[in-house]
């Protein structure tokens, strides 16, 4: 069990510039989620898949937002147009969906910073 | 909805002293509750979980937490602080009554432990 990585890890980019994070959940987990985290706040729910079905997405979720889910593997959150205020740390975690158990696992993240 | 208050976003001990974490919830299901902890620049690891068996529940590093009905409360405690301790703590409730829905966090707390 290698855990929840994502890639990049940190991010920089210019206002206006479009960034795409990947995430690999743990193999076999069949729920993956994306949560935001500003400083100083706990995480924020945005969006989660089952299989590559997305069930949810925030409505504060700006449409600049986008996931994916191929083939129910890993995901993909892409920013189009960034701005300042996205800024933040990008969360991925994982469950497998099963009575009894299923909690998330948490990646380590990627932070953002838009200039 | 459900919603969760952490009650003091800094908390500082002595090692060797109880530490207390205080976590009050809204849920209009039965709740799932979860603490989870962070260190800096990492994500976020699950220290232990609520899911309607005991509500005395143990976690991994000697935390427990009760779960309080009457008072819609989920504390976390631990007997003796360590200097390892020093992390931020976020409680967690999730929004189906499940495991693996999606979870709604607190805001966090800081705890630091002095020598």
């Known amino acids: 069990d290698t855990g929840v990585s994502q890639d990049p890890r940190h991010k920089i980019t210019k206002r206006g510039q479009n960034v795409t994070f990947r995430c690999d959940p743990i193999?076999?987990?069949?729920?993956l989620y994306w949560y935001r985290q500003t400083l100083g706040q706990g995480p924020e729910f945005l969006t989660y898949f089952q299989n590559e079905a997305q069930l949810e997405k925030s409505r504060l979720l700006s449409d600049r937002f986008s996931a994916e889910r191929p083939k129910g593997s890993f995901s993909t959150l892409e920013i189009q147009r960034t701005e300042q205020g996205d800024s933040a740390m990008y969360l991925c975690?994982?469950?497998?969906?099963?009575?009894?158990?299923?909690?998330?696992?948490f990646g380590p993240g990627t932070r953002l910073t838009v200039l | 909805a459900q919603s969760v208050t952490q009650l003091g976003s800094h908390v500082s001990v002595s090692e060797g002293a109880l530490v207390l974490l205080r976590c009050n919830y809204s849920s209009s299901v039965p709740p799932y509750l979860f603490w989870y902890v962070q260190y800096p620049n990492q994500g976020l690891q699950l220290l232990l979980k609520y899911t309607s068996a005991a509500t005395l529940v143990k976690g991994i590093n000697g935390f427990e937490a009760e779960f309080k009905k009457s008072e819609t409360s989920f504390h976390l405690t631990k007997p003796s602080a360590h200097m390892s301790d020093a992390a931020e703590y976020f409680c967690?409730?999730?929004?189906?009554?499940?495991?693996?829905?999606?979870?709604?966090f607190g805001q966090g707390t800081i705890l630091t432990v002095h020598p």
């Open positions: 967690a409730v999730s929004d189906s009554g499940t495991s693996y829905g999606k979870l709604t």
């Open positions: 975690a994982s469950s497998l969906q099963r009575s009894g158990l299923g909690e998330q696992f």
């Open positions: 193999s076999e987990h069949n729920r």
